[in-house]
């Protein structure tokens, strides 16, 4: 009965991507909330498109994670000419495809805290893993993990699976990277404050705002959100003495690109002062080039450069399985 | 179904073919594309068994608890009773995302229900743990576990009724000369299908189990996908999740009684059972009860939309049509491949008959991460995954509605060609004749029941269309969850109220329809 409908739709697929064409395509992966209505995808499309006379599509897959699983999936055959959304804790496994080409050279990032120095992957935008509070509820929030892990244990937190979730992930590595061999002994203590873990930042973050806890694993630009669509200034970050870990988000161009300037002069626009302005309120996180009109509220500074955490690639690649073993024993005790 | 010549055998044999290619061809796919052979570690064996004593306690119960309410919802009648019926079947179509808040608002530790026991001075519940894995899962199949239960109370003849009251019977011999017989028909149908549904449960089993001690098969394959990228792992832990499957599905065959001969006639019957004040009272007790537990939840989520009704984007629009033309696409194949198997398994009979009700079993157990994985593989490069999102959608949820609509269909069919069977091979009623003039219209109620299930069922994301969709061609569920992965709850909520609405109509009208068109 719906099968004349599922083929005109088709029809009509294959006729709208007949009519583009005419103009050349550039495939661009990416994780599916950027491409969403509510992410930097459109208003990076719709600029890029007014320069290049090109057709820029959105492919997508559910997260970073994925988006290399999707990768791998297709391998050699893979339509894509850029992917983005990767993160450094993916770049050593993204780069054993052997399906990326040389980054193109790039200016300073003189937003970014760290030296960056990657042949592969370039840098647009990134974090600060924080634990997020509401003031009206948690009026004094701890200042370190040695403060979280002291505080009474009606102090809740929700945290995200590391085996499903970037930020998840990044806790864990941010734990190992400031406490070594003593990391065990920080979750041990965490533990009981922790109401549950989740599979992704989304479960989390919903519980976080129903009260079910006191803080919840996100970024530091999180209540930036809150300040600038809601006008809610109740939420914060805290900011902890050791330091906070980073997520920085690249993006690399794939060997097989049939378009391999038209996607180098993506990865440029991406740098470009018009795109690194429209990261910061849809993705809400920094951009790697301040942007000549500054940064809107929620996005001051709060953690001193000196305190960014980043484990190098391959280091964070070594330690990945063990820190996750430790964390697994701990957790399920 | 007797005779050779049978269409309705061919399309089963083809829907049988379908499904076993879904579930196997999938996962051979990704076994194949595997890069190094890996067994099972430690941590595996421990998830196959907290994934089989969750999903054991959690099926259980579910149905414990629905015999009484079914019996209650048979026994009484009352104004609003259809709507509520309706309603309670809810948080069966709602995304899980969506429902694990829901049930949050009322159970977490702000919730309704903590604020009520601190105002009595009773000290607070905790549900994180296996103790929330079994409430949100009964949460989701309790209506379910009732429907299927009270479809069975209402297959009982209005003349048994009426000889058992003429007899004198007690409730208690009502309960068990009329009752079980009828409830023993799809009890174990209802239990696996319950197990299985529970033993591919991932985020609401790590959410509400409270951490990692409650790793599920299919977490353990999802991280082995995105985490590990070892599909060989993936592929293995899959045939484990399908072998648990078999073995479930195969020992609760073995247990289902043989059909009862008597002449069905499928009509809400006059019932000389439960008229005692007690009996009332217990009866009105349980429906009270399942509608606090079953309502308060989804009526929180409801409500948390409607607040942020205004924040509800235009895009939601587009993809609510999409949805819509994805549920009906899938329904439609739904109830073939569900008629063709039935009638299938009813020609064969025997073990051969067994083996095809099974297979209607097999997309249940089938984990959505490799069946997404292993289509996109077989799929992929010949087709661009862009243009075929929405039909493999259709296709996908289709088959994965598919048991629901089997465990519906087929007890009523077996009951009548016991019933009707002789006079139609007298008749010389055979292949389609046979279907038209004497299944469909005896099977309006479940058929009607099962379209709107399955309906709304496949407005639900099961989980497949992330692979191959993009945003701009996002169906609703996937809507929802991209406005929470954009901080933004409320549109979320919003959109999710739509959505449930959406769900709720379709499932309204057509177990309307089949109702309007049951003979009485």
């Known amino acids: 009965m719906k099968t004349p409908l599922i083929a005109a739709g088709l029809a009509l697929a294959f006729a709208l991507s007949g009519q583009a064409e005419e103009k050349p395509v550039l495939k661009v992966y990416t994780y599916s909330s950027f491409a969403s209505d509510w992410g930097p995808g459109p208003q990076i499309e719709k600029a890029f498109e007014k320069e290049c006379g090109c057709d820029l599509q959105w492919v997508t897959a559910g997260d970073g994670a994925a988006l290399l699983g999707r990768l791998r999936l297709e391998g050699e055959k893979t339509e894509a000419d850029v992917v983005l959304g990767l993160d450094t804790n993916l770049i050593v496994r993204a780069r054993e495809t052997g399906l990326f080409a040389r980054a193109p050279e790039a200016a300073a990032f003189d937003n970014l805290p760290i030296p960056w120095t990657d042949p592969d992957f370039l840098p647009f935008d990134w974090g600060y893993f924080a634990f997020v509070h509401d003031r009206n509820r948690l009026a004094k929030a701890p200042g370190s993990f040695r403060d979280l892990a002291a505080a009474p244990d009606d102090l809740r937190i929700v945290i995200e699976d590391p085996r499903s979730s970037t930020p998840g992930l990044g806790l864990l590595l941010w734990v190992k990277a400031v406490y070594g061999d003593k990391a065990a002994e920080i979750w041990r203590r965490l533990k009981p404050k922790i109401v549950t873990v989740t599979k992704g930042w989304s479960e989390a973050y919903g519980m976080f705002l129903e009260g079910e806890a006191d803080m919840v694993l996100s970024y530091t630009t999180s209540p930036a959100y809150h300040i600038n669509v809601e006008k809610d200034d109740s939420k914060a970050a805290a900011i902890f003495d050791e330091g906070h870990y980073m997520q920085i988000e690249v993006m690399g161009i794939t060997r097989t690109s049939n378009r391999p300037e038209l996607a180098r002069r993506f990865v440029r626009f991406m740098l470009s002062d018009e795109a690194q302005a429209i990261i910061p309120v849809t993705n809400w996180m920094y951009p790697v080039r301040m942007p000549p009109e500054g940064l809107p509220r929620g996005f001051e500074q709060l953690v001193p450069r000196e305190k960014a955490i980043l484990l190098p690639p391959e280091e964070a690649a070594r330690l990945r399985d063990a820190a996750l073993a430790e964390w697994l024993a701990v957790m399920s005790e | ?520």
């Open chain 2, 1 to 520: 179904m007797k005779g050779g010549a049978n269409p309705l055998v061919w399309i089963g044999g083809g829907a049988a073919a379908l499904v076993l290619l879904l579930a196997f061809g999938t996962l051979a796919a990704l076994a194949l594309r595997a890069e190094s052979a890996s067994g099972l570690g430690p941590g595996d064996w421990a998830a196959i068994r907290f994934t089989l004593l969750q999903a054991l306690i959690s099926a259980a119960l579910s149905v414990l608890l629905a015999l009484p309410v079914a019996r209650a919802l048979a026994r009484r009648h009352f104004p609003g009773k259809r709507l509520l019926t309706t309603l309670l079947g809810a948080p069966f179509i709602l995304p899980v995302i969506v429902a694990v808040l829901g049930i949050v608002t009322i159970f977490g530790r702000r919730g309704l229900v903590n604020a009520a026991l601190a105002a009595l001075g009773l000290p607070p519940i905790e549900i994180y743990g296996l103790g929330g894995i079994v409430l949100a899962h009964v949460f989701f199949n309790l209506p379910l576990a009732t429907r299927l239960f009270l479809q069975a109370h209402l297959s009982i003849p209005a003349e048994h009724f009426r000889l058992a009251a003429a007899l004198g019977f007690s409730d208690r011999a009502v309960r068990r000369h009329l009752e079980r017989p009828a409830i023993a028909r799809v009890l174990p149908g209802a239990f696996v299908t319950i197990l299985l549904l529970c033993l591919t449960s991932f985020a609401v089993a790590l959410t509400l189990g409270g951490g990692p001690r409650a790793t599920t098969i299919e977490l353990a394959i999802y991280q082995a996908f995105t985490f590990d990228f070892d599909l060989g792992r993936a592929a293995l832990l899959a045939l484990v999740e399908l072998a648990l499957c078999a073995v479930a599905a195969s020992s609760a065959l073995a247990a289902g009684t043989a059909p009862e001969a008597a002449p069905s006639l499928v009509a809400a019957p006059w019932r000389p059972d439960g008229r005692s004040p007690a009996a009332r009272i217990v009866d009105g007790g349980w429906i009270l009860l399942a509608a606090l537990f079953l309502l308060l939840p989804t009526g929180s989520i409801a409500l948390g939309g409607l607040v942020h009704l205004a924040d509800l984007p235009a895009a939601i629009w587009p993809a609510l049509g999409r949805s819509l033309l994805v549920a009906l696409a899938a329904m439609t194949l739904t109830l073939s491949l569900a008629l063709g198997l039935a009638g299938l398994a009813l020609a064969l009979e025997g073990r051969w008959g067994r083996v095809i009700e099974g297979i209607g079993f097999l997309p249940l157990a089938t984990s959505p991460m490799v069946l997404g994985a292993g289509l996109f593989i077989l799929l992929f490069p010949t087709f661009p995954p862009r243009t075929l999102a929405l039909p493999v959608t259709a296709l996908v949820n289709g088959v994965m509605s598919l048991p629901f609509a089997l465990r519906a269909l087929l007890p009523e069919m077996r009951q009548i060609e016991a019933d009707h069977g002789r006079l139609a091979d007298a008749l010389g009623l055979v292949g389609l004749a046979r279907l038209r003039r004497l299944h469909l219209p005896l099977l309006a109620r479940p058929l009607g029941f099962s379209a709107g299930l399955t309906a709304a069922l496949s407005m639900g994301d099961l989980g497949v269309i992330a692979l191959f969709a993009t945003p701009t061609e996002a169906t609703l569920p996937m809507q929802v969850q991209l406005l929470m992965a954009s901080y933004r709850m409320g549109a979320a909520s919003a959109a999710a109220l739509v959505l449930l609405l959406a769900s709720l109509a379709l499932f309204w009208i057509f177990d309307r329809g089949g109702r309007a068109h049951a003979r009485a």
